[in-house]
């Protein structure tokens, strides 16, 4: 939990002491640009013959000791608070010159999975996928800083009909080649070929399957070995982007071990037969977990691996495909519905990414793989840098060049809603100017600048703040709200769309607000806002995976 001088918290309670009825969402920061706060009071309005102005003056009275307002007015049915900019800047200062962060935070002991990725070891990871893992990793960040215990998890399918068609398709087509993902890749599309000439080659695979899930050791073997090469290649695509994952679970080991059994037994009285296939069912739709053989289905294994993190995990978190929102609810149905388990469950559902040539899959080959992104990220950047920043040895270009590529790629895909389908565009994410990161890491490098020339100055946070210096100050004490809004709403973009704002207010405040040319007194009070503001930016750029730079 984050740890601040919270004065929202503090004026709602007392507001509430004076009008019971309130609630806390009725007292919320003003997008309208009349106040900092505002209480919706038309609650209060309806009871009686009640002006505005009559509670404004009463919450007046009441509050006329709190040294953190400054000033009370009216708006239609709001009561608008203006907040003391000197005791914002104050709260701010005392935590980042105390613990080096603002907000400050509390260990929460609940433990938290996020599961992310998890696709397919059938190809490289791609532009169209990679949307989740960015998704994910942000999520693990935010409620890491938010306090929270937090472990990554990727779930491996090597039990399903495609590894099990790139096992047979590796087979048959590609033994003479060395086990590269490259190869792999190759034999599983010319599988996928293969089989829409002549569907009677699916009758290999349903063999393959059937020896499979008979716990034939060879074939379980081989079919892992062939996942691994594969899974092996996606991580080092997640590496390339700061992403890591803390844990691997194989569905092969839910059949070995028993633990898909075992959801069938528990689910026994629930189960319906189809011909000899299982299933459960819910307002008419039947959710199949064994096919007519008896050999288990993904549904029946990912139930399986749902059971075994709510054996070790407080809060769930699934980051899917929009083309999984119905097979989320057949999960909750059974977990909540029919195994009766108390932990909290929470999917969020994401559209994918494309480029402008269109949608991709990795069976038809027609794919641009998220390491041919990064390099074009890469190649883009430079181009960008060596205009910029000719003088620099060519070590310094690639290390800049680098860190603005991929928290371009990321900052790119997180800033958007996830629900929304988006296509990757090159000049927006790679703007200097533009709603972009290096947008960010440009300010981010400008306020490293000024500390550096301002060498050892002493610096100060009281004073009297401007009305050219407040709106920065108050925006950097935002953070805290925003942060949690992020971590309970699962939602990266409200940091990434916060980091543009105070990127925004910060370049006013710059160019209205000389600081190294400042007179003693406003010199050491702006270099104070600006080194919070640094604090500020770096820990959120984090967050949503931009690497800043002290210097670009």
């Given at each position: 939990?984050?740890?601040?001088?919270?004065?929202?918290?503090?004026?709602?309670?007392?507001?509430?002491?004076?009008?019971?009825?309130?609630?806390?969402?009725?007292?919320?920061?003003?997008?309208?640009?009349?106040?900092?706060?505002?209480?919706?009071?038309?609650?209060?309005?309806?009871?009686?013959?009640?002006?505005?102005?009559?509670?404004?003056?009463?919450?007046?009275?009441?509050?006329?000791?709190?040294?953190?307002?400054?000033?009370?007015?009216?708006?239609?049915?709001?009561?608008?608070?203006?907040?003391?900019?000197?005791?914002?800047?104050?709260?701010?200062?005392?935590?980042?010159?105390?613990?080096?962060?603002?907000?400050?935070?509390?260990?929460?002991?609940?433990?938290?999975?996020?599961?992310?990725?998890?696709?397919?070891?059938?190809?490289?990871?791609?532009?169209?996928?990679?949307?989740?893992?960015?998704?994910?990793?942000?999520?693990?960040?935010?409620?890491?800083?938010?306090?929270?215990?937090?472990?990554?998890?990727?779930?491996?399918?090597?039990?399903?009909?495609?590894?099990?068609?790139?096992?047979?398709?590796?087979?048959?087509?590609?033994?003479?080649?060395?086990?590269?993902?490259?190869?792999?890749?190759?034999?599983?599309?010319?599988?996928?070929?293969?089989?829409?000439?002549?569907?009677?080659?699916?009758?290999?695979?349903?063999?393959?399957?059937?020896?499979?899930?008979?716990?034939?050791?060879?074939?379980?073997?081989?079919?892992?070995?062939i996942c691994s090469v594969i899974l092996g290649s996606i991580n080092e695509t997640l590496e390339?982007?700061?992403?890591?994952?803390?844990?691997?679970?194989?569905?092969?080991?839910?059949?070995?071990?028993?633990?898909?059994?075992?959801?069938?037994?528990?689910?026994?009285?629930?189960?319906?037969?189809?011909?000899?296939?299982?299933?459960?069912?819910?307002?008419?739709?039947?959710?199949?977990?064994?096919?007519?053989?008896?050999?288990?289905?993904?549904?029946?294994?990912?139930?399986?691996?749902?059971?075994?993190?709510?054996?070790?995990?407080?809060?769930?978190?699934?980051?899917?495909?929009?083309?999984?929102?119905?097979?989320?609810?057949?999960?909750?149905?059974?977990?909540?519905?029919?195994?009766?388990?108390?932990?909290?469950?929470?999917?969020?559902?994401?559209?994918?990414?494309?480029?402008?040539?269109?949608?991709?899959?990795?069976?038809?080959?027609?794919?641009?793989?998220?390491?041919?992104?990064?390099?074009?990220?890469?190649?883009?950047?430079?181009?960008?840098?060596?205009?910029?920043?000719?003088?620099?040895?060519?070590?310094?270009?690639?290390?800049?060049?680098?860190?603005?590529?991929?928290?371009?790629?990321?900052?790119?895909?997180?800033?958007?809603?996830?629900?929304?389908?988006?296509?990757?565009?090159?000049?927006?994410?790679?703007?200097?100017?533009?709603?972009?990161?290096?947008?960010?890491?440009?300010?981010?490098?400008?306020?490293?600048?000024?500390?550096?020339?301002?060498?050892?100055?002493?610096?100060?946070?009281e004073g009297n703040f401007s009305h050219l210096e407040s709106p920065l100050v108050k925006k950097m004490y935002e953070y805290a709200y925003v942060?949690?809004?992020?971590?309970?709403?699962?939602?990266?973009?409200?940091?990434?769309?916060?980091?543009?704002?105070?990127?925004?207010?910060?370049?006013?405040?710059?160019?209205?607000?000389?600081?190294?040319?400042?007179?003693?007194?406003?010199?050491?009070?702006?270099?104070?806002?600006?080194?919070?503001?640094?604090?500020?930016?770096?820990?959120?750029?984090?967050?949503?995976?931009?690497?800043?730079?002290?210097?670009?």
């Amino acid at each position: 939990m984050l740890l601040f001088e919270d004065y929202r918290k503090r004026l709602t309670e007392s507001l509430k002491s004076i009008y019971p009825d309130i609630k806390d969402n009725d007292v919320a920061p003003d997008k309208t640009g009349h106040a900092d706060l505002a209480l919706r009071a038309f609650s209060l309005l309806r009871k009686g013959d009640v002006k505005i102005e009559d509670v404004a003056s009463r919450i007046t009275v009441a509050l006329s000791g709190e040294d953190y307002i400054d000033s009370i007015t009216t708006s239609g049915g709001y009561v608008n608070f203006i907040l003391n900019t000197g005791k914002l800047m104050e709260a701010i200062s005392s935590e980042i010159y105390g613990t080096d962060r603002y907000p400050d935070v509390f260990q929460d002991p609940e433990r938290v999975s996020v599961e992310h990725t998890s696709t397919n070891p059938t190809g490289p990871i791609h532009i169209g996928r990679i949307r989740n893992s960015i998704i994910g990793d942000s999520i693990f960040r935010i409620l890491s800083r938010y306090g929270y215990r937090v472990t990554t998890q990727y779930f491996v399918n090597d039990s399903g009909r495609q590894v099990v068609s790139l096992y047979v398709g590796y087979r048959k087509f590609g033994q003479n080649d060395s086990l590269t993902t490259e190869n792999l890749l190759k034999a599983y599309q010319r599988m996928h070929r293969e089989v829409e000439a002549d569907p009677s080659l699916e009758k290999e695979v349903d063999e393959a399957i059937r020896q499979y899930e008979a716990g034939k050791p060879e074939v379980m073997d081989d079919i892992r070995k062939i996942c691994s090469v594969i899974l092996g290649s996606i991580n080092e695509t997640l590496e390339r982007l700061g992403i890591r994952i803390d844990d691997y679970t194989w569905e092969s080991d839910l059949i070995r071990n028993g633990d898909v059994d075992k959801i069938l037994e528990s689910l026994e009285d629930e189960l319906e037969d189809e011909g000899g296939a299982k299933y459960v069912s819910s307002g008419g739709r039947k959710m199949f977990l064994t096919r007519n053989d008896g050999t288990s289905l993904y549904f029946s294994r990912d139930i399986a691996y749902h059971q075994y993190k709510m054996d070790n995990f407080d809060w769930i978190i699934d980051i899917l495909g929009e083309n999984h929102k119905e097979h989320a609810g057949h999960i909750r149905y059974v977990i909540k519905d029919l195994l009766h388990r108390d932990g909290r469950l929470d999917f969020v559902f994401y559209s994918y990414v494309s480029l402008e040539s269109g949608k991709m899959t990795t069976r038809g080959g027609n794919i641009v793989t998220a390491d041919e992104l990064l390099d074009r990220a890469i190649e883009e950047s430079l181009k960008i840098v060596r205009t910029k920043r000719p003088e620099l040895p060519e070590s310094d270009l690639m290390r800049i060049a680098l860190a603005v590529a991929t928290s371009a790629v990321r900052f790119h895909i997180v800033k958007l809603n996830s629900n929304k389908q988006m296509v990757f565009k090159w000049a927006e994410a790679l703007s200097l100017e533009g709603d972009s990161a290096p947008f960010i890491m440009y300010s981010y490098a400008r306020a490293a600048s000024i500390l550096r020339k301002a060498g050892s100055t002493e610096i100060k946070t009281e004073g009297n703040f401007s009305h050219l210096e407040s709106p920065l100050v108050k925006k950097m004490y935002e953070y805290a709200y925003v942060l949690h809004d992020a971590a309970f709403g699962l939602k990266p973009e409200a940091i990434a769309n916060y980091l543009l704002e105070l990127t925004r207010t910060f370049n006013d405040f710059y160019t209205n607000c000389p600081v190294l040319n400042a007179d003693i007194n406003d010199r050491s009070r702006r270099l104070a806002i600006v080194k919070n503001f640094k604090n500020i930016v770096k820990d959120a750029a984090y967050l949503v995976g931009i690497n800043v730079l002290e210097e670009m």
